[in-house]
Structure formats: structure tokens, C-alpha cells
């Protein structure tokens, strides 16, 4: 079960994913929570410029690296609305951050993406666990889903 101030962290990355989607953005947001449950940094897509590394995870990954310590790191955990991809989850398990929570699985996201019609993209979706073992991994988180599945499909110009 997620607490209150867990789930206002969720709703959080679904804000950051919607204002990403109303900048013509890919609909994803994450935020940097530390032990003490302050959020530290939070960010969303920026692919839309044509740097398609540009994900919140990764930023948040880097950011973590150059201003928190080991321990501090170790004691974080990263809000999300979709799960980490391959790339995020590995600089995630580098930078030794803590547990992650997300709303969507990268299973449900490529499910909705094939029953879209939407090209598979270049990168194979794993699950976090099947990149970084040694990462606690939170989620589904049901309540949020259908929230989170809306944006993508409004992203994609589908109903
Ligand atoms: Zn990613």
C-alpha cells in the first residue's frame, strides 16, 4: 500500500505528464523523492526536440549523481508515471538511487501502444528488475492507470 504523500508524489508525475503532453511532448513525468519525503526534483519528456534521451528518469538519474551523496541516493526513491525504460532503469542501478515507484508497467504501456497501432520503438521495453536486480520496484498503481493510459492515448491521437 502507498501512503498519502506517496500518492501525491504519483499525481505529481501524471501533472508533469500532462504538461508535457500540452507541450507536444511524450506524456511522462517523474519526480526525485528524498528519505524524508521531500521532493527534490522533478521533470517530464523532452524528446519532442529530436533528443530522444531526453527522459525525466535519466535527468532525474544525472541530477541525483552531481548533487546528492551515495547514501542520500541510496535513501531516495523516483515517482513515475510510466515504469523506467532500459536506458533509465541502467542510469538509475549506476547512480545507485533508491526504490522506484510507478503508476504504468512498460508492459501495460507496450500493450497500449501495440493495440494503437503504434510502431515498436528501437529500444526493447524490460521490465526494471530484468535491468537493475538489485532496484525495490513499486507498481502498478491501479488507482492512476486509467489516468496515465488517457495521456498516451491522447498523444497518439487515438480514443
Ligand atoms: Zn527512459
Known sequence: MLSDTELRH???CVELAAEALEKGDEPFGSVLVA????ALAEDHNRVAGGDRTRHPEFELARWAAANMTPEERAQATVFT???HCPMCAAAHGWVGL?????VASSEQLAAW?????VPAPPVRSLPVRDVAPGVVVQGPV?????QVRDLHRRYHGAR
Open 10 to 12: 504519483l499525481r505529481r
Open 35 to 38: 528519505a524524508d519525503g521531500r
Open 81 to 83: 508515471s510510466g515504469e
Open 98 to 102: 533508491g526504490r522506484i515507484v510507478y
Open 113 to 117: 501502444l501495440a493495440e494503437m497501432g
Open 142 to 146: 491501479a488507482e492512476l492507470t486509467e
